[in-house]
């Protein structure tokens, strides 16, 4: 069954230092999206993205962050900057090809800031 | 603005039990409203898409209803087993957005 991945699941990384989360969508999906999860709170939303742009962000989505799909598969997450703050689980999902479709969610990143 | 609840917050039950979790949402524009599991420390399994148009949508033991006029949303478990512990999350789709208004969650804890 197709699934989306996410690379690392656990990263640590020094506060101030940048860091790339990856996915790897569902292959015929259009519609990629990031949301994070600090611990024992909501799954939030960062940012949607489609045809090559993003159609959304949320507050969280400050000029820290970008995203970018570099090639046909993959889709980055970007944090320039990090903060002790940004310590979440990172989650990617999918959807399509409509966008009222079913989101498919990755394994998640751990990321802690130290 | 859109606002999603769940209650119980935990729910622990002895196997063999029918269960109801239930999920509030404040906007009853939505496009669809997805039920997923959440294994501790893992990510997000979609179990049931309900869209704005359906009632209700079945797979085994899962039945999930949808009623827009009164913002509800719930998900049936029926004959619970232990492999069901797990946290429980609803998350609704507005029109004219991408982004899914996920709720608290349901923590549910069944015993043999």
């Known amino acids: 069954e197709p699934e989306v991945t996410q690379t690392p699941s656990h990263q640590v990384t020094q506060m101030g230092q940048e860091v790339i989360l990856r996915c790897v969508p569902i292959s015929n999906h259009l519609y990629f999206y990031w949301y994070r999860q600090i611990l024992g709170q909501k799954v939030e939303f960062l940012v949607s993205f489609y045809n090559n742009e993003i159609s959304e962000k949320s507050e969280i989505f400050d000029d820290q962050f970008s995203v970018e799909r570099p090639d046909g598969s993959n889709f980055t997450l970007k944090i320039r900057s990090t903060k002790l703050e940004d310590s979440a689980m990172y989650f990617c999902?999918?959807?399509?090809?409509?966008?009222?479709?079913?989101?498919?969610f990755g394994q998640g990143t751990r990321l802690t800031v130290v | 603005k859109q606002e999603v609840t769940q209650i119980p917050a935990a729910l622990s039950v002895p196997e063999g039990e029918n269960l109801v979790l239930n999920c509030s949402f404040t906007?009853?524009?939505?496009?669809?409203l997805q039920w997923f599991r959440q294994d501790p420390g893992k990510g997000l399994t979609s179990l049931l898409l309900i869209q704005s148009s359906q009632r209700e949508q079945t797979s085994g033991r899962l039945n999930a209803s949808l009623d827009k006029s009164s913002g509800r949303s719930t998900l049936y478990i029926a004959a619970s087993q232990p492999g069901d512990s797990a946290t429980y999350l609803c998350a609704a789709l507005s029109y004219n957005t991408d982004k899914l208004i996920f709720g608290t969650g349901t923590r549910l804890q069944v015993f043999p």
């Open positions: 999902a999918s959807s399509g090809p409509l966008a009222d479709g079913e989101a498919f």
């Open positions: 906007d009853s524009a939505i496009y669809n």
